[in-house]
């Protein structure tokens, strides 16, 4: 047999960072070691958010979701022995993305490396913050100058980075509808694309510089031919964008080039060894096409709808990429689906409606204008309640979750709380002290000093990133970093999407949502008011809302007045505003692992204000001890992602709200 010539395999990467600098520092040389070739770091809330650990609102989050960074003594400890000239370094990062790459290009100075040879990529894409993930910071204008100070600097100083990666991954999260994702992404590629032009920074015989250092990052869901055909769609707009909007030649220039990390979303709690091929399928949508192959992948473990998988879970997802690279003939042949007729007529369909979402949202004044406009926020809360309504309906069929559902039992969740990591609750001490420390023993007159060209910077015209520099090198922290810039810009709330979200599933007489109307307004009669209230909280910096919104749009159409305020709020903002709007119960939404610290705090604050009687709910990923300790402090209901039926769960709110004001059980099925 003749051998054939094989493709270089795609970057295979983790998305991995906990606990500390250390800690991660650790795991990044393991992963390393077992064939990894690129790294993915994941930062912690705080550090996305642009704020210290010892801020009150990173009480509870600090190395839960990722590594803490505070300073360039964190920097140094992450990539310790890792040498960051022969890497290739994505890190998720997005309002703090500017902060995040000084102090990595500083640290890399450090080590001697030559700033043209090294690699990766910024996330830096904050238009779908405000859309799903919820880590912005600033209001979108000078969020979007941050992100052009950004591109200007890397193309002319790191001029291999990927100063930005263009994230379609959050909005399927969040609910996108293939359209939709790429729409959405291809218009915020837009204004970052106008913006840099208009900047005037960029002479305009180097703008094909520009538009290659141009990344995206997407989402893999488990329907493989509309996936993959996606990708095709997605290639073909970005260079018809590139060539008729800005006018590139250059068809290298005009390449679209992506990584993936495969669908979350549909992970499930239940029956979660199913996840495997879910994630092997999902891979295969980015894989097995050529034409539309990813530069990158990374993939999640089986158990992340349970908690924080451990080493053992990254690494058999790592195995996963390596089987296929390795043992299989995939990377010896063309595409395989070039010339299908079934192909080619799913992407120009995706095409064509992509392209006409794309028009409708420059006719709006583009990304940006509908962003603050909230029609973006709006359309994928209103896709989300779909989706969700299908599921419920069972014209989505999710196996283990609403079809075939028995099970034999399963040996690697015996034990619930040891198939996950779990953080060491007393890390976050340790963390806030070596910060306390670090701000001790450095040059204050100097950060002082940094941290004034910075905000003289932000103030006028000047590029920004120079300065950012500065104060990384003069030992400047996140958190005042990220203040000096809110001096400046101020902060900015998204919309919520939620009150402009349409009506998802019908409640004609019959149907489980028009008997939980039913009870709603029975009970709000047994208590002789109007409507009963429901706050919806989201404590913490846990911007991930898309459950916290679908609850709010149901309790809503289900006859409830419902509080939502949208992300990152105290404790002791959720207990004002439970007592100032009279609320008949508390719902909080976490899904980073900070519930053990935040509810019981929510719980105390009510108590002590004299209102122990609203019942308070909890939901997200919480795993079972967790669940029945926050139970045991006095939680009247617990759900995590199994509890996939969100009218069944609004029932269950009203049933805890009778049996808070010693109402009998309603026999009204629900």
């Not at 992407?347 to 940006?368: F, K, N, Y």
């Not at 909890?618 to 079972?624: D, E, F, L, M, T």
Request: proline share 5%; with cysteine.
């Amino acid at each position: 047999m003749t051998e054939r010539q094989k493709d270089r395999p795609w970057l295979m990467r983790t998305y991995a960072g906990h606990s500390t600098a250390e800690a991660s520092n650790e795991l990044y040389r393991r992963n390393l070691a077992k064939g990894q070739t690129g790294l993915s770091v994941a930062f912690d809330l705080p550090t996305q958010t642009g704020y210290d650990p010892d801020h009150v609102l990173a009480r509870g989050e600090v190395g839960r979701v990722g590594v803490p960074v505070s300073h360039l003594g964190d920097m140094r400890r992450l990539f310790q022995d890792i040498p960051l000239e022969q890497m290739n370094t994505s890190m998720t990062i997005n309002a703090t993305a500017m902060w995040l790459l000084a102090l990595y290009q500083v640290v890399a100075e450090e080590q001697g490396a030559d700033p043209d040879k090294l690699q990766g990529t910024t996330q830096n894409d904050i238009v779908k913050e405000y859309l799903s993930r919820g880590t912005h910071v600033f209001p979108p204008v000078p969020s979007l100058r941050l992100t052009t100070d950004m591109i200007t600097y890397t193309v002319n100083r790191i001029p291999k980075w990927n100063p930005i990666n263009i994230c379609s991954y959050h909005l399927q999260e969040a609910g996108a509808t293939p359209v939709q994702e790429i729409a959405y992404a291809m218009s915020t590629a837009i204004a970052v694309l106008d913006a840099v032009r208009d900047s005037g920074q960029v002479p305009e015989e180097k703008f094909g510089d520009v538009v290659a250092r141009i990344s995206f990052f997407v989402n893999a869901g488990v329907r493989f031919i509309e996936e993959m055909c996606k990708m095709r769609a997605f290639g073909r707009i970005w260079d018809r964008v590139t060539r008729e909007r800005y006018g590139i030649e250059n068809p290298k220039q005009r390449r679209f080039r992506y990584g993936v990390q495969v669908n979350s979303l549909g992970l499930t709690e239940a029956q979660p060894e199913n996840n495997v091929q879910r994630i092997v399928l999902e891979m295969l949508a980015v894989t097995l096409s050529k034409d539309a192959r990813a530069r990158a992948v990374q993939l999640p473990a089986w158990n992340e709808a349970l908690g924080l998988p451990r080493p053992w879970d990254q690494q058999w997802s790592l195995r996963i990429q390596q089987v296929l690279a390795h043992e299989s003939d995939l990377l010896e042949y063309e595409d395989i689906f070039a010339g299908s007729h079934v192909i080619e007529a799913k992407v120009d369909e995706l095409v064509t409606e992509s392209l006409a979402e794309i028009d409708r949202i420059q006719q709006m004044g583009g990304a940006m204008a509908a962003v603050e406009s909230g029609y973006l926020k709006s359309e994928l809360v209103s896709s989300h309640a779909a989706r969700r309504a299908r599921i419920e309906g069972g014209e989505e069929k999710i196996v283990g979750v609403n079809i075939h559902e028995t099970t034999e039992p399963n040996p690697l969740t015996a034990d619930l709380d040891a198939a996950i990591m779990t953080v060491d609750p007393e890390n976050e001490a340790r963390v806030v002290a070596a910060l306390h420390e670090w701000r001790d023993n450095r040059d204050e007159a100097r950060a002082t000093e940094s941290l004034a060209a910075l905000k003289k910077a932000a103030a006028g015209t000047a590029n920004m990133m120079e300065a950012t520099v500065e104060c990384a090198r003069a030992g400047v922290t996140t958190g005042e970093w990220a203040w000096a810039l809110r001096d400046v810009f101020g902060e900015f709330r998204a919309p919520t999407g939620v009150s402009s979200a349409p009506v998802a599933v019908a409640a004609e007489a019959g149907t489980p949502l028009a008997l939980v109307r039913e009870k709603v307004s029975r009970t709000a009669a047994d208590l002789g008011i109007g409507r009963l209230r429901l706050l919806v909280g989201k404590p913490g910096l846990d911007g991930h809302s898309n459950g916290a919104e679908q609850i709010a749009v149901r309790a809503r159409d289900a006859g409830f007045e419902v509080v939502y305020q949208g992300i990152r709020l105290t404790p002791e903002q959720i207990t004002d505003a439970a007592l100032a709007e009279d609320v008949h119960c508390v719902g909080l939404s976490i899904l980073s692992g900070s519930h053990a610290e935040l509810v019981p705090d929510v719980l105390h604050r009510l108590r002590e204000a004299g209102a122990p009687d609203i019942p308070v709910i909890a939901g997200g990923i919480i795993p079972p001890a967790d669940a029945h300790a926050l139970i045991e402090a006095g939680v009247a209901a617990v759900f995590t992602p199994k509890d996939f039926g969100i009218t069944e769960i609004i029932g269950r709110i009203v049933d805890e709200i009778r049996k808070a004001n010693k109402l009998d059980p309603l026999e009204v099925p629900a």
